[in-house]
C-alpha cells in the first residue's frame, strides 16, 4: 500500500490526541474519528457529515456531506489539492476563523508572598514562563486581538490575579502592588479581579493608584463581583434564592463602578469559585448572561473548561458572551514547577494543535 500521509485522531469534546497513525489510498472509512490532521491541515467534525477543514492558523473550510464513505473518499479529492496548492474542490464552504483559547493562571495574594525572594513562588514562576517562551496579555488584549483577525501568537498567556478590593482596611492591597511590580517589571501583563465592596468606604488613594496602573495599558480590572457571591448551587446548577436585583448589584453595579472610576469600560467577568457556569449544559447561567450584554462584558471567566477554539465570527457578535476557564496551581504541588507543568499541558493539548503551519 501506498503511505499517503501522517494522521493524528484528536477526540471531542476534549480535542486531545489519542493516537497517531499513517493514511495509505486504500485506508477504510473513518466516520469513527471526530478529528484527524493530515499533513499541516486538520480536519474537525462538527457533526455526521460536516467538518472544518483548517487551511492555516486562523482559517477554516466547512465541509458538507462527506457522507457515508467517510474522510478517506475527500482526502485524495480535496487534500491533494490543497497540498498541492491547486484549487479547492471543496463543497460549498464560507471561511470560519477560529482562534485557540491561551493558558490562563489563576492567582490570589497567598501567592505574592515573599516576592523579594529569589527563590519565592512568584520569581520562580516569571523564569519559567521566560524559559518557556511565553508572552502576557490581559483578557480585554486577547478579545482586541481576535476582534482584529490577528494571527494568534505562538505562545500566549493570561495572568489574573483574584480578589482586589480598594474598600478602606482591606489587608491585602499591599502583596497586590508587589504582584503588580514584579509582574510588570518582567513585561507580563496582568488582569486584577476587583471585589468591590460597594457596603464599605472606599479607599480613594487606592483607586488612584490602581488607575494609573490601567493608564499605563497593561493591566486589565474585571470585575469579581460586588461582594465575591457564589452563583451555583452544589450540583452547578443557578441558585434559584438570588433574585434579579442581587444579579445586578453583582455584576452590572459592580462593572460600572469600575469603568465609571477607571474611566476604561470593564469587558471581564472573573466568576468567584468559578460559579455562573453549568458544566452538564457547558452553558453560562442565563441571568449572569443577561447582566452581562447590559454592561458590555464580553468573557465570563470561571475555572472548569472553557478551553475550545473560538469563533471570531461568534465574538464580533455584540450579543454574545463568551465563557473561559482558568488553571491554578494544583492541590498538592503549589509550586511553580507545578503550575509550569499545568500550563505546559493547557498550551500542548488545547493551543498549539490549533496553530497549524
Same mark, same amino acid.
Given at each position: 500500500?501506498?503511505?499517503?500521509?501522517?494522521?493524528?485522531?484528536?477526540?471531542?469534546?476534549?480535542?486531545?490526541?489519542?493516537?497517531?497513525?499513517?493514511?495509505?489510498?486504500?485506508?477504510?472509512?473513518?466516520?469513527?474519528?471526530?478529528?484527524?490532521?493530515?499533513?499541516?491541515?486538520?480536519?474537525?467534525?462538527?457533526?455526521?457529515?460536516?467538518?472544518?477543514?483548517?487551511?492555516?492558523?486562523?482559517?477554516?473550510?466547512?465541509?458538507?456531506?462527506?457522507?457515508?464513505?467517510?474522510?478517506?473518499?475527500?482526502?485524495?479529492?480535496?487534500?491533494?489539492?490543497?497540498?498541492?496548492?491547486?484549487?479547492?474542490?471543496?463543497?460549498?464552504?464560507?471561511?470560519?476563523?477560529?482562534?485557540?483559547?491561551?493558558?490562563?493562571?489563576?492567582?490570589?495574594?497567598?501567592?505574592?508572598?515573599?516576592?523579594?525572594?529569589?527563590?519565592?513562588?512568584?520569581?520562580?514562576?516569571?523564569?519559567?514562563?521566560?524559559?518557556?517562551?511565553?508572552?502576557?496579555?490581559?483578557?480585554?488584549?486577547?478579545?482586541?486581538?481576535?476582534?482584529?483577525?490577528?494571527?494568534?501568537?505562538?505562545?500566549?498567556?493570561?495572568?489574573?490575579?483574584?480578589?482586589?478590593?480598594?474598600?478602606?482596611?482591606?489587608?491585602?492591597?499591599?502583596?497586590?502592588?508587589?504582584?503588580?511590580?514584579?509582574?510588570?517589571?518582567?513585561?507580563?501583563?496582568?488582569?486584577? +479581579?476587583? *471585589?468591590?465592596? $460597594?457596603?464599605?468606604?472606599?479607599? #480613594?488613594?487606592?483607586?488612584?493608584?490602581?488607575? =494609573?496602573?490601567?493608564? &499605563?495599558?497593561?493591566?486589565?480590572?474585571?470585575?469579581?463581583?460586588?461582594?465575591?457571591?457564589?452563583?451555583?448551587?452544589?450540583?452547578?446548577?443557578?441558585?434559584?434564592?438570588?433574585?434579579?436585583?442581587?444579579?445586578?448589584?453583582?455584576?452590572?453595579?459592580?462593572?460600572?463602578?469600575?469603568?465609571?472610576?477607571?474611566?476604561?469600560?470593564?469587558?471581564?467577568?472573573?466568576?468567584?469559585?468559578?460559579?455562573?457556569?453549568?458544566?452538564?449544559?457547558?452553558?453560562?447561567?442565563?441571568?449572569?448572561?443577561?447582566?452581562?450584554?447590559?454592561?458590555?462584558?464580553?468573557?465570563?471567566?470561571?475555572?472548569?473548561?472553557?478551553?475550545?477554539?473560538?469563533?471570531?465570527?461568534?465574538?464580533?457578535?455584540? +450579543?454574545? *458572551?463568551?465563557? $473561559?476557564?482558568?488553571?491554578?496551581? #494544583?492541590?498538592?504541588?503549589?509550586?511553580?514547577? =507545578?503550575?509550569?507543568? &499545568?500550563?505546559?499541558?493547557?498550551?500542548?493539548?488545547?493551543?498549539?494543535?490549533?496553530?497549524?503551519?
Amino acid at each position: 500500500m501506498e503511505r499517503w500521509g501522517h494522521l493524528t485522531v484528536y477526540h471531542l469534546p476534549t480535542f486531545q490526541a489519542v493516537t497517531h497513525l499513517w493514511i495509505d489510498r486504500d485506508t477504510p472509512t473513518l466516520d469513527t474519528h471526530p478529528s484527524l490532521s493530515v499533513d499541516r491541515f486538520r480536519f474537525i467534525r462538527i457533526a455526521p457529515n460536516e467538518w472544518f477543514i483548517m487551511i492555516d492558523r486562523r482559517r477554516a473550510m466547512k465541509t458538507m456531506a462527506v457522507g457515508v464513505v467517510g474522510l478517506a473518499s475527500l482526502l485524495p479529492s480535496l487534500g491533494s489539492s490543497l497540498l498541492t496548492g491547486g484549487p479547492q474542490h471543496a463543497t460549498a464552504q464560507t471561511p470560519i476563523h477560529l482562534y485557540p483559547v491561551p493558558p490562563s493562571l489563576m492567582l490570589h495574594s497567598s501567592e505574592g508572598i515573599n516576592t523579594d525572594d529569589l527563590n519565592g513562588f512568584l520569581p520562580v514562576l516569571i523564569r519559567h514562563l521566560q524559559h518557556d517562551g511565553y508572552q502576557g496579555f490581559t483578557y480585554s488584549q486577547w478579545l482586541t486581538l481576535m476582534m482584529q483577525d490577528q494571527s494568534p501568537p505562538a505562545k500566549p498567556i493570561i495572568v489574573s490575579i483574584d480578589d482586589l478590593t480598594m474598600a478602606k482596611g482591606g489587608p491585602t492591597f499591599s502583596t497586590f502592588v508587589a504582584m503588580h511590580d514584579i509582574f510588570i517589571a518582567n513585561n507580563f501583563p496582568i488582569t486584577l +479581579a476587583v *471585589v468591590n465592596r $460597594l457596603d464599605l468606604p472606599q479607599d #480613594p488613594e487606592r483607586w488612584a493608584i490602581v488607575r =494609573g496602573w490601567v493608564d &499605563e495599558g497593561n493591566v486589565e480590572l474585571a470585575s469579581h463581583t460586588n461582594h465575591h457571591i457564589n452563583f451555583n448551587n452544589r450540583d452547578g446548577s443557578p441558585r434559584t434564592d438570588l433574585t434579579s436585583t442581587d444579579y445586578d448589584e453583582e455584576i452590572a453595579v459592580s462593572a460600572l463602578h469600575i469603568g465609571d472610576t477607571t474611566g476604561i469600560p470593564v469587558r471581564t467577568l472573573i466568576t468567584p469559585y468559578g460559579s455562573g457556569f453549568e458544566r452538564s449544559t457547558q452553558t453560562i447561567h442565563p441571568a449572569v448572561v443577561k447582566q452581562c450584554q447590559e454592561v458590555g462584558i464580553k468573557y465570563v471567566v470561571g475555572l472548569p473548561d472553557g478551553r475550545r477554539p473560538i469563533q471570531c465570527e461568534v465574538v464580533r457578535d455584540t +450579543a454574545t *458572551v463568551i465563557y $473561559l476557564g482558568r488553571t491554578k496551581p #494544583p492541590t498538592g504541588n503549589k509550586t511553580a514547577n =507545578g503550575v509550569k507543568f &499545568e500550563l505546559n499541558l493547557w498550551y500542548e493539548h488545547d493551543y498549539a494543535p490549533y496553530l497549524i503551519h
